[in-house]
C-alpha cells in the first residue's frame, strides 16, 4: 500500500489538472446563460460560487477543488458531470498521476 505522502502527491497532481482543465473550458471568458459577456463576480454569483473559488481555480497549481464546486459550474454551464468528466478522461487520460 503506498504511504500517505505518495497519495497526497498524487492527488494534488489530479487537482491540478482537474483545476487547468475547468479554467480552459469555462473560465477564460464568463458568460451568462444567454451568453452575454459577463464579470467574474457575476459569474461567481450566477455558479453560487465565490470569486475567490474561481481565482483559486485558476492558480497553475490549482488547489484541492470540492465537487460541489465543479458540479455549480457545471449547472450553470448546463454541462453533465458525465460529459465533462468524459472529457477530462479523453484531455488528460486515466493515469494522470502514473
Known sequence: MPDKE???KKNALVNKHLCNFIEAKFLR?????KGELISQNEYA???GIT???ISKLKLLEGYNVPMST???ILRHEQ????????EFEN????????
Open 79 to 86: 454541462y453533465s458531470l458525465e460529459k465533462f468528466f468524459n
Open 6 to 8: 505518495v497519495l497526497n
Open 91 to 98: 484531455a488528460k487520460g486515466i493515469n494522470i498521476p502514473d
Open 70 to 72: 465543479i458540479y455549480n
Open 45 to 47: 454569483k450566477l455558479c
Open 29 to 33: 471568458e464568463y458568460r451568462n446563460q
Open 51 to 53: 470569486s475567490s473559488t
